[in-house]
């Protein structure tokens, strides 16, 4: 159970209406990370940019990257 509530709902607020709607088309469904952050809109909306940013940069490669994401889901409890 999380200790933070999550938002599944975006309310009026712009930011999380897009980001939701974003997400929900790509990848299926909100991702926890997504609820939690929620409750600070402009902190989650930069932290998707940075993680896309990354992706994006070349700088890591697929199999460094996908080791990254596998520590960070490890260290959040994360099972998938």
């Known amino acids: ?3 933070v509530r999550e938002i599944e709902d975006p ?3 712009p930011v999380l209406s897009d980001v939701f ?3 929900r088309e ?3 469904f909100l991702l926890n ?3 939690v952050q929620a409750h600070r809109p402009g902190i989650m909306k930069a932290a998707k940019q940075l993680a ?3 992706d994006k ?3 890591l490669g ?3 990257l996908a080791l990254v994401y596998l520590r960070v889901a490890l260290i959040n409890g994360c099972p998938f």
């Open 1 to 3: 159970m999380p200790r």
């Open 11 to 13: 309310g009026d607020d």
């Open 21 to 23: 709607a974003k997400e």
């Open 26 to 28: 790509t990848v299926g």
């Open 33 to 35: 990370t997504t609820k």
């Open 52 to 54: 896309a940013a990354v």
């Open 57 to 59: 940069s070349g700088l």
């Open 62 to 64: 697929p199999e460094l």
